[in-house]
């Protein structure tokens, strides 16, 4: 077998596990959004788009990535979004039913509070922003016209 | 908090991880069995010494420059010895496959290996330590350490 055939061998075996994974993310949020409690949005106001953010005290990348991430996204679109911070060592029960198995774990809701995508690990600014247009056009990861067209005044 | 836990750096286990990875990926590439033993060899010495193998290139390299900041978390390093120590067992078994004859065989334990390195780079979920936890559960000797309170077993610790 050559190098060249090893490597595609290697490339599709790497496809197939971001696959998976994708696969595994979209039923985690199937399943959220078919379940009507949200726990974790008491203080959620409705008509807006925002960011489920779940961190702990001693999450080193929350500190020094994610937060800085978010304090960017908040001044750049004020209160165009809302994004809620908890802590998943204090609210694990929160944490189970939003299937957080890390941190820091960041859900975006469309307006109504529904979850479009998932970050497993730290999202940059730029990727939140990018959600958010399509949480906001009411997709979960199709940027289409309408996407671009809302987004122009999220 | 749970007393007997220790501090452990979750970075110098995913940069293992990812060296990990990375080095298998090449040696299947490039068919070079002699580059898994060296990794199965450095995973050993890993294991004996209850430390993560490609722990130096973390210490002496990523984490003074910056590269790659310390996450320490209260966690068991117990698990995460005999997760890496079982990687190389497997990992072993590959490379004495290659040897020997087994090809498809050899680069399957290979795969299996690097598969678990990501799924416990990517998703934080160490399969090895789970196989730990669920001996400590059957009472097997030696598996003393349970899982951290509120952590699935084999899940990265939320704390």
């Known amino acids: 077998m050559d190098t060249l055939v090893r490597f595609v061998i290697a490339l599709a075996l790497i496809g197939l596990g971001v696959l998976l994974y994708q696969a595994w993310s979209g039923w985690q949020l199937r399943r959220l959004r078919r379940t009507p409690a949200r726990p974790g949005l008491e203080g959620w106001q409705a008509g807006r788009p925002g960011i489920l953010y779940f961190t702990s005290p ?7 990535v994610q937060r800085p991430a978010l304090a960017q996204l908040r001044a750049e679109l004020g ?3 809302q994004i ?6 204090a609210r694990t029960g929160v944490a189970d039913h939003w ?3 890390s941190v820091p774990t960041t859900f975006v809701l469309d307006a109504g509070g529904a979850p479009r995508h998932v970050n497993h690990g730290v ?5 939140l922003r990018q959600q958010l247009q ?3 056009a009411g997709g979960s990861g199709d940027n289409g016209p309408r996407a671009r067209e809302m987004a122009l005044d999220l | 908090m749970d007393a007997s836990l220790q501090k452990v750096d979750h970075s110098a286990l995913r940069v293992n991880q990812a060296v990990i990875i990375a080095l298998l990926l090449v040696s299947f590439i490039a068919n070079a069995a002699w580059l898994a033993a060296l990794v199965a060899a450095v995973m050993t010495v ?3 010494t209850r430390q993560p193998g490609f722990r130096p290139l973390y210490t002496g390299l990523l984490k003074p420059r910056g590269w790659v900041k310390p996450d320490v978390l209260n966690d068991n390093p117990e698990p995460h010895v005999f997760a890496q120590g079982f990687g190389a067992v497997v990992l072993w078994a590959g490379v004495v496959a290659l040897v020997t004859g087994p090809a498809a065989l050899g680069w399957g334990l290979v795969w299996l290996v ?4 990501a799924l416990n780079l990517f998703g934080g979920f160490c399969a090895g330590c789970a196989v730990y936890y669920w001996l400590n559960r059957l009472n097997v000797p030696g598996f003393v350490k349970t899982p951290p309170p509120g952590a699935f077993p084999g899940m990265r610790p939320r704390v």
């Open chain 1, 58 to 64: 001693d999450c080193a990348p929350c500190r020094t």
């Open chain 1, 84 to 89: 809620i911070e908890i802590d998943a060592s």
């Open chain 1, 99 to 101: 299937g957080v198995l």
């Open chain 2, 114 to 117: 690097t598969g678990l390195a």
């Open chain 1, 123 to 127: 999202a940059r600014a730029e990727k």
């Open chain 1, 79 to 81: 209160e165009a979004v």
């Open chain 2, 46 to 48: 890993g294991a004996l």
């Open chain 1, 134 to 136: 399509s949480a906001r």
